[in-house]
């Protein structure tokens, strides 16, 4: 299994792509004749963004947008029910159509991305403040604490989250604060990880050592000297695990298991889409929420692959 | 020569030409370049040589100097994307360069196999070392699995490996550096080739079992009838072991003589040079390497005429304007470029250097030792 | 390999242990007293004597986890509230259908994902690299609620072409059952191809750098012998670790197909008991998926040192 050091460490995944660019051994024998260092992978790493890259962002900004200013937006009241149009397909009154009941699709769209982006966003959020802080002190002191925080975060990862997820909504109760909390609670260990494999790397560097030796405070050497080495990992990781967790929001909301109805979220819509033959009948009502589902992770998913190219971190169990 | 598919009756007919007359490898006017995001690096820029079949041919020269380049080109080993070569390889009579990957193929590890310099990186780590031998008794001889393995195990005995039997079914890792290189040994020679190109074959060992895995290999030349081209940074390894010597300096061939010649009648500067860092027993223990001054060239933007000129404590505005051919000098077998070879240890050059470009302490302990161009500057290129 | 195994074996009860303290305590969570949360607030007083003595709830804490241990050992995770079957026997009935989905998408994801790494990563970059590359990205972001009621609406609604709902045990109907069985578990394999495919790739494109690559063709192998023979292998240690961590996200997956395709997995059980609140069938079941997807590691752990033989030597 690899060490995840090695994975994280963006010095030795330079060497990795390194190597990775064409050529053998003897290749490298030869370019490296001609300079130590080869131009190659820093114009690899500064590759353009691209069109994709710009877009992915764009869409995420436009569904951010439209989730604040929902109330601001002239929709309709997302649980109206409009009798006079009842599954209608996309139309001028109702840009996406009304599901069986009369509402509007469009509207229970944008109101129902604000369980996802919260779920996904405050979850991520809750896990750096804890994970991130506890990771980056516990890579760079090490000791026994490190060594207890590791052990315990191994065994918190080995529960398999959505079932851990399920059995504690059920005997808590499935609103958006618990859930959010608890997903939050279920990202510590993983941005620990990340993050203390990130800072441990760095806090054995050169420069970390000469910091200690010019007599900087550990929590000067934290975090001006590991903090801003970490942060690419951490932003890149971060964006990973934010669609991860509105999959399982996701997940949740189709199974019935998230915020209740009638308030909408993309999981439970979905599932409203499918339930009573509505498949056959109105395939509008589980194909929108599907769409904006799957384009907000392939753009959270791109954006955050993009990011890792940039700053050079080696694809590996991320 | 073109090849088209049908495998088998190509094996025999490659097999029967082991009658052909002349060398066993001829090489001739062979280029390789490789790009790169910074340019065309030319690894190997214009070599020609012969090897006779039986024979030791030690190919000499500094990391970057690309004789690990010219090993693989030989044999068409370099990945095809980014590589670019020109130039004849003959081997056996049939033309190498002229050949396809299925045709290759049959001559690779059969007539033609290779030793690498880092067992460690070239055997496979997750396969059995009997498994990795096997492979090719299999795939060239049409071993069943019974004949191969019993094959590998007296090839694992005659490299010298005690217990072979068991030792068969051992992963790499769990053997020591040496023994390693024994394997890879017994793996290149699986199928009694014509020719073994070693590359490096002992860099990364101990200074005693370099001298045993030397001795192996030659005593295995022996009893084989093959022939080996021996590539090294270390002229003291090809010394005792090579009929001839060529010594390469970016991407060309410098000198090429019989050993006792080349060692005797050094024409070349940086012959000498890489002579001079052959570490010696008898050296007082605090004695200093005389590494050779300076960098390799960069083989993108090489440097005009001689490519030596820039490290050179004997270069003349002629050397640095215009490239000396490779000719000779009496003896015919002797080839060398320079336009001011030394004799008897001396410089023909026409003035006592002073002003050498790789710095002043260079010519300065050059003048100092009276007979040899050797700087002892210290620096991290020295290859001990 | 005793000594690594060992570790594992220990680090595997440590955490089953956790897992089954965490999991009895969840009753616990529940805020006042459990049995008219389990029974409602109508319930008679003899029937809540009753759940109070079958949760021993009467017991000091620890006490009570060792009888519900000791029980569990015992086959006996408790009975459901609704219809008093046991839970053994509803995990019993429901195991064969999810442990199917699973494989079956595993073989899929397998099938997809290797082929098309090894001959991909053998000229990296070019046309069928970046369609794949890219076309395999997408996959990323398709969860199993958004593919599969897409499936059903085109393949089973639209099309015709399979059943949108049912499941027959394989033991009775062998081709019926897996032609129930292609779009749900064809539902829950997206994600598993693309990330497989994605490791896999830059594995192997690394390993084809390494010198035993060249040294295996200077022996004359075939390149196809080259990809299979000795360079998948060393290439599929992250491929093997994803499968293990991948689990995690199948068995979520196996849930929600379940519920579309209303199929008696364990999914669909736990589903149906978490809305009825049938808090004993919940614990039971999130026990037993617990257990199981450890042991599903410690699997994984034992598979490695097989694949890599130098995984002994740390």
Redesign the interface.
């Known amino acids: 299994m690899p060490d995840d050091r090695e994975l994280l460490d963006t010095h030795s995944s330079r060497r990795l792509l390194t190597n990775a660019l064409p050529g053998t051994a003897a290749t490298d024998e030869a370019i490296l004749a001609t300079e130590e260092t080869t131009a190659a992978d820093d114009v690899l790493s500064k590759k353009p963004f691209g069109f994709l890259f710009w877009f992915a962002v764009c869409f995420v900004g436009v569904i951010l947008l439209s989730a604040v200013l929902a109330n601001v937006l002239p929709l309709q009241n997302p649980n109206f029910q409009n009798y006079s149009a009842l599954s209608q397909g996309p139309s001028g009154a109702h840009l996406l159509g009304t599901d069986d009941l009369g509402r509007d699709l469009l509207s229970r769209l944008v109101f129902g991305s604000r369980v996802s982006l919260i779920v996904g966003f405050c979850g991520v959020a809750i896990g750096l403040i804890f994970g991130g802080t506890a990771g980056l002190v516990s890579g760079y002191r090490g000791g026994r604490l490190d060594g207890a925080l590791n052990a315990f975060s191994f065994i918190i990862l080995a529960f398999p989250a959505i079932v851990a997820v399920i059995a504690i909504v059920t005997f808590w109760g499935a609103s958006l604060f618990h859930i959010t909390i608890i997903l939050g609670i279920a990202t510590i260990p993983l941005m620990y990880r990340v993050i203390r494999a990130s800072s441990l790397s760095f806090a054995q560097r050169d420069f970390v050592v000469a910091a200690k030796t010019m007599g900087a405070t550990d929590t000067r050497i934290v975090l001006r000297e590991i903090l801003p080495n970490v942060i690419p990992v951490t932003v890149t990781f971060s964006l990973i695990t934010v669609a991860g967790l509105i999959v399982i929001e996701g997940t949740l909301a189709f199974l019935g298991l998230s915020v209740a109805l009638p308030t909408p979220s993309w999981g439970n819509l979905i599932n409203e889409g499918t339930a009573n033959n509505a498949l056959s009948t109105d395939p509008f009502i589980m194909l929108w929420p599907a769409l904006a589902m799957f384009l907000l992770l392939w753009s959270i998913n791109l954006i955050g692959d993009r990011l890792r190219q940039r700053f050079d971190i080696r694809e590996g169990l991320l | 020569m073109a090849r088209t598919k049908g495998g088998a009756s190509n094996t025999l007919q490659f097999r029967d030409a082991g009658t052909h007359e002349g060398p066993l490898l001829v090489v001739e006017d062979l280029h390789t370049s490789f790009r790169t995001q910074r340019g065309t690096v030319r690894a190997v820029d214009g070599v020609s040589f012969e090897v006779q079949e039986g024979k030791t041919l030690g190919i000499v020269g500094e990391s970057g100097s690309g004789k690990t380049v010219l090993s693989r080109s030989i044999m068409g080993l370099l990945p095809p994307r980014d590589v670019i070569r020109s130039g004849t390889v003959h081997f056996a009579g049939h033309e190498l360069t002229a050949m396809d990957d299925t045709s290759l193929r049959e001559v690779w590890g059969a007539e033609l196999s290779m030793i690498f310099q880092d067992p460690m990186t070239a055997l496979n780590p997750v396969k059995r070392i009997g498994d990795q031998i096997c492979e090719s008794l299999a795939l060239h001889l049409g071993m069943d699995r019974k004949e191969a393995r019993s094959t590998a195990v007296e090839l694992l005995r005659s490299v010298g490996i005690p217990s072979p039997e068991q030792r068969v079914r051992w992963y790499p890792f769990q053997l020591s550096g040496g023994m390693r290189q024994r394997v890879m040994i017994a793996i290149a020679l699986a199928c009694a080739p014509r020719l073994v190109m070693a590359d490096e074959p002992t860099t990364g060992l101990d200074v005693t079992v370099q001298a045993q895995i030397l001795d192996l290999l030659a005593d295995l030349q022996r009893e084989r009838h093959m022939a080996v081209i021996l590539v090294t940074h270390d002229l003291g390894v090809v010394a005792s072991r090579a009929d001839d010597i060529i010594v390469m300096y970016a991407g060309r061939i410098v000198e090429r003589a019989p050993t006792r010649t080349l060692f005797h009648d050094t024409k070349m500067p940086y012959t000498r040079a890489l002579m001079d860092s052959i570490p010696r027993l008898a050296d007082p223990s605090g004695a200093r390497l005389n590494a050779i001054g300076g960098r390799p060239p960069d083989l993108i933007n090489p440097p005009t005429g001689c490519r030596f000129s820039p490290r050179c404590p004997y270069a003349q505005d002629k050397c640095r304007e215009l490239e000396p051919p490779l000719r000779t000098v009496g003896s015919p077998d002797h080839l060398f470029a320079c336009w001011f070879p030394l004799v008897d240890g001396m410089s023909t050059a026409p003035a006592v250097p002073v002003t050498v470009s790789s710095g002043p302490a260079a010519a300065r302990s050059a003048v100092e030792n009276g007979q040899a161009p050797a700087p002892a500057e210290p620096t991290g290129e020295a290859e001990a | 390999m005793g000594k690594y195994l060992i570790r594992r074996f220990i680090?595997l009860l440590?955490?089953s242990f956790?897992?089954s303290v965490?999991?009895f305590m969840?009753?616990h969570?529940?805020p006042g007293d459990p049995t008219t949360q389990i029974l409602g607030a109508n319930d008679t007083a003899a029937n809540r004597a009753i759940l109070l003595k079958q949760l021993g709830l009467n017991l000091p804490l620890w006490h009570q986890y060792t009888i519900w241990l000791n029980a569990a050992f015992h086959g006996n995770l408790g009975t459901s509230y609704l219809n008093h079957e046991s839970v053994t026997h509803i995990l019993a009935t429901g195991a064969p259908v999810s442990i199917e989905l699973i494989l079956i998408s595993q073989l899929i994801a397998f099938a997809i994902a290797i082929p098309l790494a090894l001959v991909v990563s053998r000229?990296p970059n070019r046309w069928l690299d970046n369609i794949s590359t890219t076309s395999t990205?997408?996959l990323?972001?398709?969860?199993?609620?958004?593919v599969a009621?897409?499936l059903?609406?085109v393949f089973a609604?639209g099309l015709g072409w399979f059943p949108?709902t049912g499941y027959t045990p394989f033991t009775q109907a062998p081709l019926t059952n897996l032609h129930e069985m292609i779009l749900p578990s064809v539902a829950i394999t997206a994600g598993s191809i693309a990330v497989y495919f994605?490791?896999l790739r830059?594995d192997l494109?690394?390993t084809l750098?390494?010198?035993?690559i060249?040294?295996?063709?200077?022996?004359?192998?075939?390149?196809t012998r080259i990809m299979w023979?000795?360079a998948f292998?060393?290439s599929s240690?992250?491929l093997l670790?994803?499968a293990g961590?991948n689990?995690?996200?199948l068995?979520?997956g196996t849930?929600?197909v379940e519920?579309?395709f209303a199929m008696p997995g364990i999914g669909y059980a736990?589903?149906q008991?978490?809305?009825q609140?049938d808090?004993l069938v919940?614990?039971g079941?999130?026990l037993v998926?617990?257990i199981a997807?450890?042991v599903i590691?410690f699997i994984i752990d034992f598979i490695?040192t097989i694949?890599?033989?130098?995984?002994v030597?740390e």
């Open positions: 680090q440590v955490v956790i897992i965490l999991v969840l009753v969570l529940l000229k990205f997408g990323l972001a398709l969860p199993p609620f958004v009621p897409i059903v609406a609604v949108a994605r490791l830059s494109i690394s750098q390494q010198d035993f060249t040294m295996a063709r200077s022996k004359g192998l075939s390149t023979r000795h292998r060393p240690f992250s670790a994803a961590i689990i995690g996200s068995i979520a849930f929600v519920l579309l736990l589903v008991a978490v809305e609140r808090y919940v614990q079941i999130s998926v617990a997807f450890v590691q490695f694949v890599d033989p130098r995984v030597r």
